[in-house]
């Protein structure tokens, strides 16, 4: 595939994360303006309320842009999904007709504050990285082994919607229980060894009924679109409370995603079969497609004061064992109803080599092995106002599908009620 081009200039430059073939679903405002659905172009948001008013563009009877959120079209499904795409194409593409008409709804990216694109309604998140998988199990249990169950099951736990936020919320460094392991009763307070998780995030966008189990290839027609996923993670906490039922407070306090969503249909282009199954998986989870992303991404931490962000690994989406199809298709297995908004974690992304290790528990191997930032300045885990970056695009011929960036900042931990 290569670059498809826009009469937005800005578009056709090899290094925009957004040329015409990608198209990423967005919540904007300028001002004190309502937030509203729009589309990046280049260095523009085509803003797709105003669009729907001057009717140049219409999905249903009822307004689908003039909303804090795509779930509405999300809920539409794939039919819609690709008529959508294809009508945004025709308007945006050199030599359009259109151009004169949809000039004056774009909008500078750099005057917008971006929104949550979605309202997610649940969250879910897996561990179907088997570099992380096999470093967690070193670092904590002391055995790079497999659990028995991981090479036949998508493993994962039931994660909070209510603290997923948007790209460049801050985050308050979580007060929780703990124990240190020579301590001999647990304390609360701030964690002191807080971490990031490099993920991807899969959109359910259209849903499937409670009691009704569905295949790995109709998983991944339900699936709209992806960000980039940070499950910030408490290790301290989650140390301690994790046996037997998994975590729980270490990973509740915040869940950052990229602003932009990025579709399936953009991504297509890029997709990689699963790798070599060690195991044969049982039938229910057969599937006939590719069901991940050949997606570079890059963890970076810029600690407050500093001019630019540190580079702390790289690594790559097509690394994963478990496609989000699979996921989905193994959580609606049992007769979970999946909906429209679920937002599905992928599991932490490492590769094989330290270089590629997507939490700074690997990075720094649980704090006995510090990294050192461009600054000078070392690190084991976050400090207080240090900014954690996350980076991603699928890198075509002379283009780029990016995703922007998921960064948060950590502040100080609140003071709790006494
Ligand atoms: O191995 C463990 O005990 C813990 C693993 C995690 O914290 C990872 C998790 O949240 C799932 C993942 O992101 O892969
Ligand atoms: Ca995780
Ligand atoms: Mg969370």
Known sequence: MTLMKSWVTSANTPDTPFPLNNLPYGVFSVGDEDARCGVAIGDMILDMAALETAELIHLDDDAAFDLP???????LGPDIWAKLRARLHEMLAEGSADQAAIEPYLVPLADARLHMPLMVSEYTDFYAGRQHAQNMGAILRGSPDLPANWLHIPVGYNGRASSVVVSGTDIHRPNGQSKAPDADVPSFGPSKRLDIELEMGAIVG???????????????????????????SARDIQGWEYLPLGPFQGKAFGTSISPWIVTAAALDPFRTATPARE?????YLDSTIDGLFDIELEVLMQPEGAAKATSLSKTNYSR???????????????GCGMNSGDLLGSGTISGPDKSEYGSLMELSWAGRDPFTLD???????????????????????GYQ??????????????????
């Open 206 to 232: 259209t849903s499937c009924e409670f009691g009704t189990p569905i295949t790995v290839d109709q998983a991944d027609a339900m699936i709209f679109g992806y960000v980039l996923l940070n499950d910030w």
């Open 69 to 75: 959120f795509w779930n509405d079209v999300m809920e």
């Open 401 to 418: 599908i990016g995703f922007g960036t998921c960064e948060g900042t950590i502040r100080p931990a609140v003071k709790f009620p006494t």
């Open 279 to 283: 195991k044969e998986l049982l039938p």
């Open 320 to 334: 994963m064992y478990y496609s989000a199809a699979e996921q989905l298709c193994h959580h609606a297995s049992g």
């Open 375 to 397: 600054t000078g300045e070392t690190r084991t885990f976050i400090e207080d106002n240090d900014t954690l970056i996350l980076r991603g695009g699928a890198k075509g011929d």
